[in-house]
C-alpha cells in the first residue's frame, strides 16, 4: 500500500514543529513551495517595521541612531545570523547585497592568497554556481590577475584542488538549481590541504541546513538574507570571515561604517577591528528590521538539527511521491537521493514545456519557480511546511501532467522574472 | 526695527509652498533641523510599506517581483530621481548605498581615463570632502595605480586642475560640514579642459538645490536616499552615468542585476546597456518602497526652483537671526553668505562646548547635529521648515546660549552617534 493523504496528515499531527508555522502570514489557499527564493513573511514583520517607521523615524527621527540602536544592526543580527551558521558573536556581520558582500570577501581571500601563496592564480568554482558569484569572481579574477576555472561536476572540484594552483576554492554550498550540498567540512580540508582557502555562499543553506562554519575551519562565507532567513524582498546579506583572517586584510569597499572610528570624520580610511572592516555605507534600518524578524523565526525553533530533521523528511516524501504518482510523466529528477548530499529544495528537470507546466500549477496556487533551461524547483521550509501540503502539491503537479492543461496558451507566455 | 516672531508667522501665511509640509508626519512639539542627515517621514510611506510587507510580500509572494513591479524598482524610482537632478529618463538606478555606488561609478571613471588618459594619475579632491568619499577613493586610487590629492581650499582645486595631472575631479557638490556649493558647471567644465573627468556626489544636493547633470555636461553621480530625499534611514542611493559614458566601461561589481539577461542565468556576464549596468544584487524591495514615498513628496512642489527660493530665504533668515540674536557668543559662521555657494543648510563652528550646546537644544526639542570637532548643523527643508520654526529655534539657541544650561554635565555625554 503506499501513502495516503491521511499518513500525510497523521504526521503533521505528530510533528513537533507544527506550532512554529503560526509564526507566518501565509495566504489562504496558497501552497507556497518557494521559500528557497523568497521566504514567507512572520506575522512579527510587520507591526515590527511599522514601529521603526513611525515610531523610530517617524517620531525618533535622527536621535534613533542612537536610541533606538540602529547603529547596532549590522552587528545584533549578525550576531543572531552567526548562531545559525556555526560562529561565534562578533564574528558576522548584516549589510550590502549578497554579491557585494562576495566582493569583498573574495578580495580579501584573493589578497590574502596573494601574499601565502603568490603563484596560485586560480579560482576554482563550478559553471553551474549561481550566476552573480560568478560574475563577481571574473571581474576579480580580472583585476587580480588570476583565472577562473569552473568545474562542469562536484568530482571535478578534487581533482582540479589537486593539481595544486587554485589560490580559493569558491563554492556555493547548496546548488541553486539541483539542490545539491557540498560537504563543507571536507572541502574546506582539502582546500587547505592544496593550499588554497575555502570561500562559501551560503543563499541556499543558511537556516536550512546546520552549518559549522568556525568548527568546520572555513575561511570565509556570505549569504542571503531573503530565502531560508525570511528577511523579505531584497533583505540585506551577511558576511562572515573566520576571525584568524579577519584583522589580516582589507576589502576594497572601504565606505565609513567599516572605519574605525566612523563618527570621527578622519580622511584616511582605518578599518576598524575585526569583521566591522566588512561593512561599507550606512547600515539600512528598515530592511535590517525586517530581517531581524525572519531570523527570530529560526530562532524560535528548538534548533537547526530539528528542522534539518523535517526538512529531510519532507523532501523525502515528496520524490517518493513524485515517482509513485507522476512517473512517466517525464520529470527526471535533478536532485541526490542521498540525504547528506541534499540541501531543502527538490527540482526536477523536464525537457517539454517546464515552464509552462510551473505556470499551471502557480494558477493552482501551488508556488514553485522554475529556472531555465528546464528546471522545476520546489523549495520545503520546515518552519511552515506541512506535510500534507507536500500531498496537495504531488496532486495538482500530478493533474496538471495528467490533464495536460499546462498546454493552454495562456501558460506559456514569459514574465520578465521567471 | 529687527525682525519679530510675527514677521515669520507672515511669511508662513504667505510661503506658497506650506501645504507641502502636511505630507509628512512630524512629531508634535518637535523642531526638526536635520533633514541634511535624515529626512523627515512622509505620512504616505507608512501605508505603502505596510501594503508592500502585507500585500506584495505577504500574499503576492514571489509572484509579486512580477505583478507588484519590484523588478522595476531601481529604474522606475530611478527615472522619478533623474527629474530631480537634471537627467533624463533611463540615466539613473537606485541601488547600494553611495559608497557602493560611488566604487562602481569612479572605477568606471577610472578605467576611461587609463584609455582616454593613461599618463593622467590623479584622483581630486577635498580633505573636508566627506569621509566614506576619500575612504573609498584611497581604495581605488591604490587599485589603480593612481594617487588621491586633497586640497584644503576651494580654491586650490582650479590650481591643482589646472597641473594636467588629474585624470577624475571627484567633488561633493554640498559639503557636509559647511554646506558650501561647488559651481558643479563650471568645475566641470574646467576638468574637461584640463582632460580630466567630472564625477559629484549629490549627498546634500539632490532634493535640496537645482542639477542640471547633463546640461553641465557632468560625467558621473551619485547621491543619497535618506537626506532631502525623505527615503527613510539607510535608504537606498543611486547613481547617474552621462549616456555618453555608460556603455562603455563596466564597472567591478558585476552582479546578476547589471547582466544583459539576468534571468538566462548564463555563467558569463555580459552588461545591460545603459545604467542598469550599474546594479549589482537584487533590489532592496522594502527600502526603494520607502525611498519611491520620499522622492514623491519633492515632486508633488512645483518645482525644485520653487524649493530652492524658499530654501535661501531660510538660511537667509537663520543666519540673520543668529547674528541680531545670539551675537558675541562665539559662533563663527561656517557657511557662505552668498546665495550662490550655499546649499540648504547653516554650520557654525564654536570652539568650546559644540557637543554639548547641540545636546542641550536636542533635548528643547530643537534637533540639528554636530560634527566633530566643533561644528554645529542646522538643515532646512523647504519641504516641512517653517519660517516661524527658523524664530523659534534662533531663540532657543539664545537661551542656551544665554543660560549656559548646555554646561550642565548631562549634556556632556557622548552618544555612539554623534
Redesign the interface.
Known amino acids: 500500500m503506499g501513502i495516503v493523504r491521511a499518513d500525510c496528515q497523521r504526521q503533521d499531527e505528530q510533528d513537533p514543529l507544527r506550532a512554529l508555522r503560526d509564526q507566518f502570514?501565509l495566504?489562504e489557499g496558497?501552497l507556497?513551495l518557494?521559500g528557497n527564493?523568497?521566504g514567507?513573511?512572520p506575522k512579527a514583520?510587520?507591526k515590527r517595521?511599522?514601529s521603526a517607521?513611525?515610531d523610530?523615524?517617524?517620531?525618533g527621527?535622527?536621535?534613533?541612531?542612537?536610541t533606538a540602536g540602529?547603529?547596532?544592526l549590522p552587528s545584533r543580527v549578525g550576531d543572531k545570523i552567526a548562531r545559525l551558521i556555526g560562529a561565534d558573536p562578533g564574528e558576522v556581520v548584516v549589510a550590502?547585497?549578497?554579491?557585494?558582500n562576495l566582493?569583498k570577501v573574495l578580495s580579501a581571500a584573493l589578497a590574502m592568497a596573494a601574499v601565502a601563496a603568490p603563484r596560485k592564480k586560480v579560482i576554482l568554482s563550478e559553471?553551474?554556481?549561481?550566476?552573480?558569484d560568478?560574475?563577481?569572481a571574473?571581474?576579480?579574477a580580472r583585476?587580480h590577475g588570476c583565472e577562473l576555472v569552473?568545474c562542469d561536476t562536484p568530482g571535478e572540484v578534487d581533482a582540479r584542488l589537486d593539481e595544486g594552483s587554485v589560490a580559493v576554492l569558491m563554492l556555493t554550498h547548496v546548488n541553486y538549481r539541483t539542490g545539491r550540498m557540498h560537504d563543507l567540512r571536507r572541502l574546506t580540508g582539502l582546500a587547505h590541504e592544496r593550499g588554497a582557502l575555502a570561500l562559501w555562499d551560503l543563499a541556499h543553506s543558511a537556516g536550512a541546513v546546520p552549518l559549522a562554519l568556525k568548527a568546520d575551519e572555513a575561511d570565509f562565507a556570505v549569504g542571503c538574507g531573503?530565502k531560508y532567513l525570511n528577511g523579505?524582498?531584497?533583505?540585506?546579506?551577511f558576511a562572515w570571515v573566520h576571525p584568524r583572517h579577519a584583522d589580516r586584510f582589507?576589502q576594497?569597499?572601504?565606505?565609513?561604517?567599516g572605519?574605525a572610528e566612523?563618527?570621527?570624520?578622519?580622511?584616511?580610511?582605518r578599518p576598524a577591528p575585526g569583521i566591522a572592516r566588512y561593512l561599507?555605507?550606512?547600515?539600512?534600518?528598515?530592511?535590517?528590521t525586517?530581517l531581524e524578524c525572519g531570523v527570530d523565526t529560526l530562532l524560535a525553533a528548538p534548533g537547526i538539527e530539528a528542522l534539518r530533521k523535517k526538512s529531510l523528511a519532507l523532501t523525502d516524501l515528496f520524490m517518493e511521491l513524485v515517482e509513485a504518482r507522476c512517473g512517466g510523466q517525464g520529470l527526471v529528477l535533478a536532485t541526490p537521493l542521498e540525504r547528506a548530499l541534499r540541501g531543502s529544495q527538490v527540482s526536477y528537470m523536464r525537457a517539454e514545456g517546464g515552464y509552462a507546466l510551473m505556470q499551471a500549477l502557480?494558477a493552482r496556487n501551488v508556488?514553485g519557480?522554475f529556472?531555465?533551461p528546464d528546471l522545476l524547483r520546489f523549495g520545503f521550509t520546515p518552519l511552515y511546511t506541512r506535510f500534507v501540503d507536500v500531498w496537495d502539491a504531488v496532486e495538482a503537479l500530478r493533474e496538471v501532467l495528467e490533464t495536460g492543461v499546462w498546454r493552454e496558451p495562456r501558460f506559456q507566455a514569459r514574465?520578465?522574472?521567471?
Open positions: 502570514q495566504p496558497v507556497y518557494d527564493s523568497l514567507a513573511l514583520t510587520a517595521v511599522a517607521v513611525n523610530e523615524w517617524g517620531h527621527l535622527i536621535r534613533s541612531w542612537n540602529w547603529i547596532t550590502d547585497s549578497t554579491s557585494v566582493y559553471r553551474h554556481n549561481f550566476p552573480t560568478l560574475y563577481i571574473q571581474s576579480l583585476e569552473l531573503y523579505g524582498p531584497g533583505a540585506p546579506a582589507e576594497p569597499l572601504s565606505g565609513w561604517m572605519h566612523p563618527f570621527a570624520f578622519t580622511p584616511d580610511y561599507c555605507g550606512t547600515p539600512a534600518v528598515l530592511a535590517m525586517a502557480i508556488i519557480d529556472r531555465a514574465a520578465t522574472v521567471t
